[in-house]
């Protein structure tokens, strides 16, 4: 898990690595199961289950998932489908902000290698 920055939330936020990210969309399909064991293996004993959700009901164990890998409540399952860092690509050099796509080769915040768009 890091924190960067997401062009769709326009926003810090926290992104999943591979491995999170995959937890969070096992606890989707599988639900209550895949989280309790999730548990057990971080040794949590003291886990408050979510009394009241503000979303759909499928979606329940991935937003627990998510709190438990990063700490944070995620009220909107979109936005966790997109919080994967490897959906997006390296981090600008120059802003730091990471580049949309792994296959970007500037940076629309700042303009760091545009000039490279130019010359072919
Ligand atoms: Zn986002
Ligand atoms: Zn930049």
């Known amino acids: 898990m890091e924190e960067k920055f997401c062009w769709r939330c326009d926003m810090k936020v926290k992104m999943l690595d ?28 003291d886990h408050v289950w979510f009394y009241k959700i503000e979303t ?16 944070e409540y995620e009220s909107n399952p979109m936005a966790i489908l997109h919080h994967q860092i490897s959906q997006f690509g ?19 915040s700042c303009g760091y290698g545009s000039e490279n768009l130019t010359k072919i």
Do not use: S
């Open 18 to 45: 591979d491995d999170e990210f995959k937890l969070c969309r096992e606890a989707w399909f599988h639900g209550k199961k895949v989280v309790e064991k999730e548990l057990e293996k971080r040794n949590i004993k």
């Open 56 to 71: 759909f009901e499928q979606y329940r164990y991935m937003l627990e998932m998510y709190r438990l890998i990063t700490g």
């Open 90 to 108: 390296k981090d600008c050099p120059n802003c730091k902000k990471p580049f949309r796509t792994p296959k970007a080769t500037y940076c629309p």
